[in-house]
Structure formats: structure tokens, C-alpha cells
């Protein structure tokens, strides 16, 4: 079953309001709108072309002889999975066969999926808006879709969860971001707070905080510019917008989350490994899941840096944001 | 994990100059080294499936498995046929005989596409061509307004119809003021877009066949993983690109998403990106990107270097005193001498295996040919004595020493502690011991 918004979110004390929809701002765009939870991810998946994959065909799981193990390990490397994590699965899987533990078949096939949701599974882990206002502060590098990402959650906050929105426009490095911010703020129904091109992105921050504190805003959504993990001056100017917040409001930023961009390859662990040092990350957002890219790197992360993955992108529209589902991640990872 | 690979397979295939010949269970572990690494490049698993087999056919070929030096034959055919793969024929982008040159910018969200065409702009304004722009990108909110911006600091003109009318309309429209304002080039921003978008596919089809693009180049982020040959061969099929524009190379990615590209599609790698700011974009190499993905530095002209500029008997003397830290500050000032005789300093390092680590500090602390200049002054006013034995170097010598190389006590004294853990460093690597990756930062 596909996680619901309610329980992809901790909201602490105060229960949600009745969820009303969205008076002011767009309806969700595109012509897809309204399709289950996760059958646009199925759809993409099942038309994608995926000329060089290996099928996972049930005989596979019957026979597991050698060259059988060699094509659910190619599935995962094709899948981004990277070496490592998937003679790390692979192998547990295969031990497990072999003590006889797991039958042959299709329970081979279950248990895998089981053992990739469970590596890419931080126990579960919500979402956390508990406190008022809360802060989330996305980052990562450049053109992952941390600006859409933020048009879309603020939508979902709104609607879904009846809570008041307040975006800080805190990329104030790349050409016309703050206007793409406000465009998105805009369709979303949140009120933004901008400061000025080439201005300092931590005040920006500063004064999103205490605007949601002074309306009683409930949640504070920080757009930081992307930028490179390998240039340590831009990390380092991440972390004090970071500071920035703390010490304006204790125990903010909440909720520091990197965007990966699901075509990533395993260059994405060494983002995930910079970014967290430098602002210490609480997830990940995987996004573009709508193109043939299966994201496996998410898996990487998760397993190797114990940073789950909390939501999932699966288009550029104002709904396509889904909180994470660890199973159907899992089985889309292997098919076909 | 894989940033010594050349060290790596030395290590592997070490044992085999003792029993003096190669076995086939040797390639093959190394042939399995090499897989590793090629798919933590992000290499794709069918092109390494592919790659393997053939440079193993190579490698258990005549003249390697009885050399000299098979670990450093098996490296050297890798790196040659990584090169082969990646290169092959280059072609300069083509240019129209009369009127403007259309270049058409294609490729998926978020990999570059905005801020490579005003790259582009400004290098081929540096080629004394004027190019403008078109907002074609009518999707992505305030793409039009980045266009505007960075054409703006390019000094690029930029045509734009906002975003309501169709794109293959604004780009035909475009294409008529280019010809009217007398523009050498114009170059054509789209929409990111989804290679399996029929839609956007279509429509991109429609723009080329409407403006008749002499360039069509896939922007493709060299960050990309296995997916990439899903894209490049759906954009092939749609809009048959003529080349490859990689991104966001001052990243720490392999980039063996090109390799993929360049063996599924056939298409060369054209342009390569590796910054923000508008001058970052440059003619790509082939030669670097075969080194960056392996990790391993250009080996191949390395080694080639080296054998221009040394004998192999000069060599076999150095590698006997390093082992037994017999290297003196004098063989230090020779070595360095002949390492500067292959070019600036940065490139050279940049050959060599695991110094990839080495370059990035260096640069950091700004350590260049100055620098060098700095290191041999003081060891040219050292006695031969002195450069035989550092330790002789005492408190009067060092004053003595500082000001015939118009340095400073101090600097000379770094330099002698330094060259110490340098010997130290290098008999471990000629034992084939794996240095700590930390100490290669040159102290
Ligand atoms: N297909 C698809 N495209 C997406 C998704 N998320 C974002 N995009 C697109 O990716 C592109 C980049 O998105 P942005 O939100 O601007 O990315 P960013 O990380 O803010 O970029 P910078 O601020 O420039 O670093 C845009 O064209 C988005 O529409 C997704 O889930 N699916
Ligand atoms: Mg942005």
C-alpha cells in the first residue's frame, strides 16, 4: 500500500485542519491530474524503453543458477544501484537461498523486494513539521529540481495537510531563480519572502523565519541556489545559511533535505556524503522517477549513509509529488 | 575506492614479474578491476560487458603477457582503448556558408541547457562571430527571464515571444529577425524535456525540421548514470543530434556517461562545461575524459612522456634508489626538471596516477610553476654534498642557504622535511604498498 500524506508527516500537537483545498492559486496542471497515487510512476515504467535491460522473468527465480544471480545483479547496476549495495543484497539473498530459507520461485523474488525496501527504508521515517513554524531547507546540486520540488510541496502542505506556507527565495545566485520561486509560490497558493539577486541567502532565511513566526505561518520552505559539493566555499556558505537558522529559531532547519536527481549515477553518494556533512541532511528527495531513470542511487544512499528517502518527484506539475513508498520503489527497481 | 586503479592493477599483476609471465587468471582478475571501476564511472553495464572482452582479447595477445612490465602493458592498452572509444573522429561544430548557423540545444531537465547556450554565445564571440540567442523554453517557469539574464552578460542578443505562443513558431520567427539583424549564429535554448515525452519529442522534431539546425547538441550532465544510453539513443532517434555538450565537469563525477553515449550513439563528446560562470566552456579531450573515468590520469602519454625524456637504464637506477630511500635532493631537482620539461605543472600532474587529489590541493593553495621556480632556487644553492645528504643542512647553512635562494629560513626548512616524508612516501610506492591517499597531497 502507498503511503498517504498523513502518515508521511509528523505534525506534532496540532492536528491537522480539515483539508479544504485550494482557494487562491492553480488546480493541479497537466492532463494527467487525478490518476492513482502511483500509476503514473507504473505508467512511465511500464513505456519506458528499456532496450538493454535484462527481464526478470519468474523463470529466473525457478532455475538461480549462476547466470541467473549474474541477471538480477545486472538488473540493479542498470538500475544505479552501484556495485557495492548490490553484491551487498545480492549476496545476502543468495546466502539465504542457499541455508534454504527462502524457497525457490517466486518468494526469491518477494524477499529480494522485501530486502531492497528494507535497504532503502529509514525505518519509515516521517517528514518531520512537529514543530511551529517548521523549517525545511532543500539543497543539492545544480538543476536536480530543488525550485519545482518546493512549488510542489508547498501545494501538498496546503491541500493536503490544510497548513499555511511561506517560501524564502534563498537563491539569490542564479539567473531569474527568484522569479521561478515566485511563479511556483504563486500556483501554489504560499506567500514568499525574496530578498534580492546576489543578496545574502542567509538573512533571506532569516526573515522567512520570522515573517511565519509573526503571521503564525506554520512551515517555512528555504530554496537554496544548487551548487557543486566539490566547491568548498559554496558548501561552506550552505552550512552558515544553515546556522543562520539555528540561531534564529532553535532547532531549525527541521528538515534538511538533498534532491537527487533519480539519472544520477553513483556520483550521487558523494553528493549525499558532502551535503550531509555540511548541513547535516535528514533525507532525500528522488526526483524525475516519471523518465526510465530508476534511481537506484537512492538505494545507495540509504543503505550506505542511513539517509532515507522521504518524497519522490514524478513530473513537473503542481501534484506530482508522492511521499515514499520503500515497496513500490523497490519493485519498480526490478521491472522491467 | 577506485581513485588508484592503475595502482590498483600494478598491485594485481605484481606477483607476475616474479614468476616472469602472465596468466590468464591474471587479466582476468585485472579484467575485473577494470569492470569495477568502469561502473563506478557510471559507465553502462553492456558497454563494460563489451569493453572487458575485448581489451582482455588485447591483453592476452603477443608481447603482453611475457613484457617486461605487464601490469604497466595492461594499464597502457586500457587507456588506449578508453581513448579510442571516447575519440575517434571529431568535428568542430559546422558553420552555415551564408546566413546564420542555427545550433539547436536539446537534452533533459536540469542538465545545463540555459546556461551552456550563453557559453556558447560568448565562446564563439571570442571566435569573432556574433551569436544570438532564442527562447524556445516556454515550459519551465522564468526560463525566458534566465535566458534574458545570462544572454545579457554574455553580450548576446536574445529574441524572445514569452511564453504563449508555440516554440517551433518563436524559433522560426527568430530565425527570420537573425537573418534580417545580420547575426553570424543563432543559437536555439528548448525546453528540458523527457526522451520517452512523445509530445515534447515531436515538438523538438518540429523546431528542426522548421529551422534546419547545422548543429544539433545533446546537453547531457556528465553526473548522469545508466540511464543515459536510454537518452541519447531515444534523442538520436528523434532529432539525430550531432554531438554531445557534457556539463558540470567541475564536479567530481567520472563521466562515464559520455563513454556510453559516445559507444551506443557513435556521436562525439563536442563541448565540455565546467563551471558557472560563462567562460567555463571548452573544446572537449578525449584523452583527459578516457583518464578522469578510469581515475588513473592520462597513463598512456605519461608513459610516453616519460620514455621521450628518460632511458630506460636512467630509470632503472632511480627506481633501485627510491626503493632503498637513496633518492637524493639532486635526483629531486633532475626528476623535477625533466617533469617540467613535459609542460606546465598542473597538466603533468594531472597525468599521473592518483594525483588527481594532488592537483585539487595544489590548486587550492595556489602552489604553481612559481612555486617550483621557488624549490629549485634553493636547491641550486646547495652544495652537492647538501643535496647528497639533507641531514647535513644545519641552522648556519639554512641562513646560508636562504639567502643564495633569496627565500627564507623557513622555506627552506619545509622544503627538506618535506623532501624527507617524500622518500619515505616513494619507497613505500615502489614496494607496491598503497600509500595513504592524505600523504599524496605533496605534505
Ligand atoms: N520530468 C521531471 N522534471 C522535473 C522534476 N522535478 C523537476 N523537474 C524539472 O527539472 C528542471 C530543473 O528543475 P529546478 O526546480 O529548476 O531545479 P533546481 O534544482 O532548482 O535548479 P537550480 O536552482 O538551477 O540548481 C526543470 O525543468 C523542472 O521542471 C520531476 O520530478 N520530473
Ligand atoms: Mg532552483
Same mark, same amino acid.
Given at each position: 500500500m502507498a503511503r498517504s500524506w498523513r502518515d508521511a508527516f509528523d505534525l506534532g500537537e496540532r492536528p491537522a485542519e480539515g483539508v479544504s483545498?485550494?482557494?487562491?492559486?492553480?488546480?493541479?496542471?497537466?492532463?494527467?491530474s487525478g490518476s492513482g497515487l502511483f500509476k503514473r510512476l507504473r505508467d512511465s515504467l511500464s513505456k519506458s524503453r528499456q532496450a538493454l535491460q535484462a527481464e526478470l522473468g519468474a523463470s529466473l527465480f525457478d532455475q538461480l543458477d549462476e547466470e541467473a544471480w549474474e541477471r538480477i545483479e545486472e538488473a540493479l547496476i542498470l538500475a544505479d544501484v552501484g556495485a557495492r549495495?548490490?553484491?551487498?543484497?545480492?549476496?545476502?539473498?543468495?546466502?539465504?537461498?542457499?541455508?534454504?530459507?527462502?524457497?525457490?520461485?517466486?518468494?526469491?523474488?518477494?524477499?529480494?523486494?522485501?530486502?531492497? *525496501?528494507? *535497504?532503502?527504508?529509514?525505518?519509515?521515517?516521517?517528514?518531520?513539521?512537529?514543530?511551529?513554524?517548521?523549517?525545511?531547507?532543500?539543497?543539492?546540486v545544480n538543476g536536480t529540481g530543488k525550485t519545482t520540488t518546493i512549488g510542489k510541496l508547498a501545494w501538498h502542505l496546503r491541500r493536503e495537510l490544510g497548513l499555511s506556507v511561506i517560501v524564502a527565495a534563498a537563491d539569490t545566485y542564479r539567473a531569474a531563480a527568484i522569479e521561478q520561486l515566485e511563479q511556483w509560490a504563486e500556483r501554489a497558493g504560499a506567500e514568499i519572502v525574496r530578498g534580492s539577486p546576489g543578496g545574502d541567502p542567509g538573512a533571506v532565511v532569516f526573515d522567512a523565519i520570522a515573517a511565519a513566526e509573526s503571521r503564525g505561518v506554520d512551515v517555512v520552505v528555504a530554496d537554496t541556489a544548487g551548487r557543486l559539493h566539490t566547491h568548498s566555499n559554496l558548501m561552506a556558505e550552505l552550512a552558515k545559511v544553515r546556522r543562520v537558522a539555528a540561531k534564529r529559531l532553535e532547532g531549525a532547519p527541521h528538515e534538511s533535505l538533498i534532491v537527487i536527481d533519480a539519472t544520477t549515477g553513483q556520483n550521487g553518494l558523494r553528493q549525499a556524503r558532502a551535503f550531509a556533512e555540511a548541513v547535516d541532511l535528514t533525507g532525500v528527495v528522488l526526483t524525475k522517477l516519471d523518465g526510465t531513470a530508476k534511481g537506484g542511487i537512492a538505494l545507495a544512499i540509504a543503505s550506505e549513509l542511513g539517509l532515507p528517502v522521504k518524497l519522490i518527484g514524478v513530473g513537473e506539475g503542481l501534484d506530482d509529488l508522492r511521499p515514499f513508498d520503500p515497496r513500490e520503489f523497490a519493485t519498480a527497481l526490478l521491472a522491467e | 575506492m577506485f581513485d588508484q586503479l592503475s595502482d590498483r592493477l600494478q598491485e594485481t599483476l605484481s606477483g607476475v614479474r616474479a614468476r616472469g609471465k602472465l596468466t590468464e587468471e591474471d587479466v582476468d582478475r585485472a579484467m575485473r578491476e577494470i569492470r569495477l571501476a568502469l561502473l563506478e564511472a557510471d559507465v553502462n553495464f553492456k558497454v563494460v560487458k563489451q569493453f572487458t572482452s575485448q581489451v582482455r582479447e588485447r591483453c592476452l595477445g603477443a608481447g603482453v603477457l611475457d613484457s617486461l612490465n605487464p601490469g604497466q602493458q595492461v594499464v597502457k592498452i586500457v587507456n588506449e582503448e578508453l581513448a579510442e572509444l571516447m575519440g575517434g573522429a571529431s568535428r568542430d561544430l559546422a558553420f552555415a556558408g551564408s546566413g546564420p548557423t542555427v545550433i539547436l540545444i536539446a537534452g533533459l531537465q536540469g542538465s545545463g541547457k540555459t546556461t551552456a547556450c550563453a557559453k556558447l554565445a560568448k565562446l564563439l564571440a571570442g571566435q569573432g562571430k556574433s551569436a544570438a540567442l532564442v527562447a524556445c523554453d516556454t515550459q519551465r517557469p522564468a526560463a525566458v527571464d534566465q535566458l534574458l539574464t545570462v544572454g545579457e552578460q554574455a553580450g548576446a542578443r536574445v529574441y524572445e515571444q514569452g511564453t504563449k505562443r508555440d516554440p517551433t513558431e518563436i524559433a522560426e520567427w527568430a530565425l527570420g529577425q537573425a537573418k534580417a539583424a545580420g547575426d553570424d549564429v543563432l543559437i536555439v535554448d528548448t525546453a528540458g524535456r523527457l526522451h520517452i515525452d512523445e509530445e515534447l519529442m515531436a515538438e523538438l522534431a518540429a523546431i528542426r525540421k522548421r529551422t534546419k539546425p547545422h548543429d544539433i547538441l545533446l546537453v547531457l550532465d556528465s553526473m548522469t548514470g545508466q540511464d543515459a544510453v536510454n537518452v541519447a539513443q531515444a534523442f538520436a532517434e528523434r532529432v539525430d543530434f550531432d554531438g554531445v555538450l557534457l556539463t558540470k565537469l567541475d564536479g567530481d563525477a567520472r563521466g562515464g !556517461?559520455?563513454?556510453? #553515449?559516445?559507444?551506443?550513439?557513435?556521436?562525439?563528446?563536442?563541448?565540455?562545461?565546467?563551471?558557472?560562470?560563462?567562460?567555463?566552456?571548452?573544446?572537449?579531450?578525449?584523452?583527459?575524459?578516457?583518464?578522469?573515468?578510469?581515475?588513473?590520469?592520462? #597513463?598512456?602519454?605519461?608513459?610516453?612522456?616519460?620514455?621521450? #625524456?628518460?632511458?630506460?637504464?636512467?630509470?632503472?637506477?632511480?627506481?633501485?634508489?627510491?626503493?632503498?630511500?637513496?633518492?637524493?635532493?639532486?635526483?629531486?631537482?633532475?626528476?623535477?626538471?625533466? #617533469?617540467?620539461?613535459?609542460?606546465?605543472?598542473?597538466?603533468?600532474?594531472?597525468?599521473?596516477?592518483?594525483?588527481?587529489?594532488?592537483?585539487?590541493?595544489? $590548486?587550492? !593553495?595556489?602552489?604553481?610553476?612559481?612555486?617550483?621556480?621557488?624549490?629549485?632556487?634553493?636547491?641550486?644553492?646547495?652544495?652537492?654534498?647538501?643535496?647528497?645528504?639533507?641531514?647535513?643542512?644545519?641552522?648556519?647553512? $639554512?641562513?646560508?642557504? !636562504?639567502?643564495?635562494?633569496?627565500?627564507t629560513v623557513q622555506a627552506v626548512n619545509q622544503l627538506v622535511k618535506q623532501f624527507g616524508q617524500m622518500r619515505k612516501l616513494m619507497a613505500q610506492l615502489a614496494k607496491g604498498k598503497l600509500p595513504d591517499p592524505q600523504q599524496l597531497g605533496l605534505g
Open positions: 483545498g485550494v482557494e487562491e492559486g492553480e488546480g493541479p496542471a497537466g492532463p494527467e549495495t548490490t553484491a551487498e543484497v545480492v549476496g545476502r539473498l543468495e546466502a539465504e537461498v542457499e541455508a534454504g530459507a527462502v524457497p525457490r520461485g517466486d518468494p526469491v523474488r518477494e524477499r529480494l523486494v522485501e530486502l531492497l *525496501a528494507e *535497504a532503502a527504508d529509514g525505518d519509515g521515517a516521517r517528514v518531520d513539521l512537529s514543530a511551529r513554524p517548521a523549517v525545511v531547507m532543500i539543497a543539492g | !556517461a559520455a563513454l556510453s #553515449v559516445k559507444a551506443v550513439t557513435g556521436k562525439p563528446i563536442l563541448y565540455a562545461s565546467t563551471g558557472e560562470k560563462l567562460d567555463q566552456l571548452e573544446r572537449f579531450h578525449p584523452e583527459r575524459m578516457a583518464g578522469r573515468i578510469l581515475g588513473m590520469g592520462d #597513463v598512456m602519454s605519461l608513459i610516453e612522456k616519460a620514455e621521450e #625524456v628518460s632511458d630506460q637504464k636512467q630509470a632503472e637506477d632511480l627506481e633501485r634508489k627510491i626503493r632503498r630511500q637513496e633518492f637524493t635532493l639532486e635526483d629531486f631537482l633532475q626528476q623535477m626538471r625533466q #617533469v617540467r620539461r613535459m609542460g606546465p605543472l598542473g597538466n603533468v600532474l594531472g597525468l599521473m596516477p592518483g594525483m588527481g587529489r594532488a592537483v585539487k590541493q595544489l $590548486r587550492q !593553495a595556489d602552489l604553481d610553476d612559481r612555486e617550483l621556480d621557488r624549490l629549485e632556487a634553493i636547491i641550486l644553492s646547495m652544495t652537492p654534498a647538501e643535496r647528497a645528504r639533507p641531514q647535513l643542512i644545519d641552522g648556519s647553512r $639554512r641562513k646560508r642557504i !636562504a639567502r643564495g635562494s633569496g627565500t
